[in-house]
């Protein structure tokens, strides 16, 4: 596999390249019998699949589901493909990460206060970490949670700017919106405001656009719901990408693009 080294910020087409590379996007590691299992299973209402939101019955068929990913993922549209390599079309990828970085900016020019948080520790937290650290420098806010949440699954806590779960000393893989809902909730209680942008990933990027904050993330190919919910108007953005793929360093030109996009680079 290739895909690095790329120093600096590539270009698109760079970029584009990087993306099939390390298959981020292109031909991903995600199989179509996983992806058509997860979209089954959201229009039948198992709400692990909702990723924080509340879809009531708006999305039941899931023929309606799969025509949804197959415009803003560019997974196949063919229903009788039910078997083997699935794809996420590296051009939505990257015409989402400009959409992306036209909010970035805006929370920049502003100087929001913003609020990171990753469901997906092993592959997307340095991506965050650096893009809090590029907005924190252009003068937002960096939301810090409050103490002494938990959910179900573990502990909320923050690392390096970004809210994560804490289970066992181990960051922890979660698609609950419950750990986005106590870092709101808790902001309420304490009568601190709420971020005016969520950067985030699975049910921590559900959650908060269900709360009704500005929310943007990242979602693979078997995660439908925030993807329905861009198409809902609840979530902003959705950038489709394979959100662990073997390094995450990986993701390194990926976040560099987003940031140049966003008038960012350091």
Request: glycine fraction near 12%.
């Amino acid at each position: 596999m290739g895909g690095m080294p790329i120093t600096g910020t590539p270009s698109r087409a760079e970029l584009l390249d990087h993306l099939v590379k390390t298959r981020i996007a292109g031909n991903v590691a995600t199989p179509r019998e996983n992806n058509l299992s997860h979209y089954r299973k959201l229009s039948n209402g198992d709400r692990n699949f909702w990723l924080g939101l509340e879809l009531g019955d708006r999305w039941s068929d899931e023929q309606d589901v799969l025509a949804v990913m197959a415009e803003r993922v560019g997974v196949s549209d063919d229903p009788e493909h039910r078997y083997g390599q699935d794809t996420i079309d590296p051009e939505l990828t990257v015409a989402g990460l400009e959409r992306m970085a036209g909010r970035l900016r805006k929370a920049a020019d502003g100087r929001q206060r913003v609020l990171f948080a990753t469901g997906h520790p092993g592959g997307l937290l340095d991506v965050h970490r650096a893009t809090a650290a590029a907005l924190r420098a252009a003068g937002c806010e960096i939301t810090v949670i409050p103490d002494g949440l938990q959910t179900d699954e573990g502990y909320v806590m923050q690392f390096a700017d970004v809210a994560v779960l804490e289970h066992g000393a181990t960051l922890w893989h979660t698609h609950s919106g419950e750990p986005m809902r106590a870092i709101l909730t808790g902001l309420e209680r304490e009568g601190r405001p709420l971020p005016d942008l969520v950067v985030a990933d699975h049910g921590w990027a559900g959650g908060a656009g269900q709360h009704g904050v500005d929310s943007v993330g990242y979602a693979d190919s078997n995660d439908p719901a925030l993807f329905l919910a861009e198409a809902e108007g609840t979530v902003q953005v959705t950038v489709p990408l394979d959100d662990h793929v073997v390094s995450p360093r990986y993701y390194d030109p990926m976040t560099a693009y987003l940031l140049d996009q966003a008038g960012l680079a350091g």
